[in-house]
Nanobody, 122 residues
Framework: VQLVESGGGSVQAGGSLRLPCTVS????????SGWYRQVPGKHRELVATMSAMGRANYGDSVKGRFTVSRDNAKKTVDLHMNSLKPEDTAVYYCKAVLSLDSAYYQGEYDYWGQGVQVTVSS
């Protein structure tokens, strides 16, 4: 299983970016997928996730500015970021909680992407 992220970059405050993430591999169900972020010296924090049933969960600092969406058939999860602020600068990581299509590996597993840098300048 791999999570492939793209879309990071630099933008001025007030701008927008979209971060797409695609899950590849032999998955059975992607229970939850979404995005987290981390700055040096701090814990990784929730940005936004969405369940397989379409329930979204947002971090307090991004509510009203960011939107998460997913396509279950394509196994993608996108983060749409609007009204970006300098404090949104971080490495953004895609995460999926999923079950494998395997008779040997049961249960749910966490997978992470490698991260993309988002830099917002004032």
């Amino acid at each position: 299983v791999q999570l492939v992220e793209s879309g990071g970059g630099s933008v001025q405050a007030g701008g927008s970016l979209r971060l797409p993430c695609t899950v590849s591999g032999n998955t059975r169900v992607i229970w939850v997928s979404g995005w987290y972020r981390q700055v040096p010296g701090k814990h990784r924090e929730l940005v936004a996730t969405m369940s397989a049933m379409g329930r979204a969960n947002y971090g307090d600092s991004v509510k009203g500015r960011f939107t998460v969406s997913r396509d279950n058939a394509k196994k993608t999860v996108d983060l749409h970021m609007n009204s970006l602020k300098p404090e949104d600068t971080a490495v953004y990581y895609c995460k999926a909680v999923l079950s494998l299509d395997s008779a040997y590996y049961q249960g749910e597993y966490d997978y992470w992407g490698q991260g993309v840098q988002v830099t917002v300048s004032s």
